[in-house]
């Protein structure tokens, strides 16, 4: 018997498993009138969701309030996105709120839904599909209402960024009955006209009145429109289907206007700038260019004939100052040396000791006699003077011994 007794703890948690392994219960719509609703300090909101017939608590954690877009009150009628499970400590059930509507949203919210799923699983919401908005265009094209602030703004914008861009209009219904087919007839007939990029979309307004953008007719004109499409619907916080398959999502109709047209004053000054850029670097590149031409020019004119012919004749000018300074160096050396030479001969000069009264002997012949011994008796002599000379006879020789010794000294000098 008591082996099939648990304890609370464990009875809540098996009840609580139930609830976790019931797929239905972990993803539920239920809709009904809010009351108890109370804003906790710690942001979370717990509240009753009760109807004519029942009522369950309810909680929204604070870490899920941005699935609440509205300030919820009692006796507002919502519809609840959320799962069903077990808070074991106190063993009460509760519904664990995930996303909050009121009640008149809440089929649109579901078709909403269902479209999205079932377009994002054809890869219609796909990056690689995207077009690239062109960065400076000529045409844009509008698909709008004629009347209200979303044109107006797109127009003021695009004349003020730059006001060559020519804006086409196609006066399209965004809301009621046949705005879909009406903004599908304007992207066909921009994109006929070849505009070079389009912006869909209108101003804020409730849910009902932006269904036409979450439409599947006007999400197919978009994806396969060539133009690229820009698109902006409503404010910033507004999201529909056209958002999803446009090649650009923009916030609102202005921010739309200032993606699609470049600021031309922009545009200004950058080609200002690179207009100043270039000039300087052509400055920079001419006085590189003068450098070298000025050094080309100077290596030419030193390997010109003409002044190779001056750097010859100039050094051909230095070689003949050097030849002549050393001729006449070696006539100096040379002359002083004769003159050495001279000083020399003149002391053996016969002139110079016949000046002194010496003279010289010679045979008939015209030998000079220097010894006795070379004599004979009887034989002829001429005896050279300092003026003359006179013609002599021996008849008589004589020895002298100092005559002998002179020899002998003059022998030994020699």
Known sequence: MTKNVYTVGQVNAYIKNMFVQDFMMNRIYVKGEVSNCKYHTSGHIYFTLKDETGAIPAVLFA???????????NGDHVIVLGSISVYERDGKYQLYA??????GEG??????????????EMGMFAQEYKQPIPRYIKTLGIVTAPTGAAIRD?????????????TILYPA???GEGA???I????HALEQLGVDVMIVGRGGGSVEDLWAFNEELVARAIFECSVPVISAVGHETDITIADYVADLRAPTPSAAAELAVYDIRELEAILLSTHLELNRRISEKLERSQERVQQYGNRLRLLSPENQLNEKRQTLADLQEKLFMRMVQNLTEKKHEMELCAGRLEAFSPVKKLSTGYSFVTD????NVREVDELHLGELLQIHMLNGKVKAQVQKIEYLERAIRLQDADTQKE
């Open 154 to 166: 797109i127009q003021n914008i695009s004349r003020r960024r730059n006001p060559y861009v020519q």
């Open 364 to 367: 008939e012949a015209g030998k």
């Open 98 to 103: 995930k996303e909050i509507l009121p009640d």
């Open 180 to 182: 879909a087919s009406s």
């Open 173 to 175: 219904l965004v809301q």
């Open 107 to 120: 089929l649109l919210y579901q078709r909403f839904e269902a479209l999205k799923r079932e377009l994002e």
């Open 63 to 73: 870490g899920n309030r941005k699935g609440l877009g509205f300030s919820m009150k």
């Open 184 to 187: 599908v007839n304007g992207i």
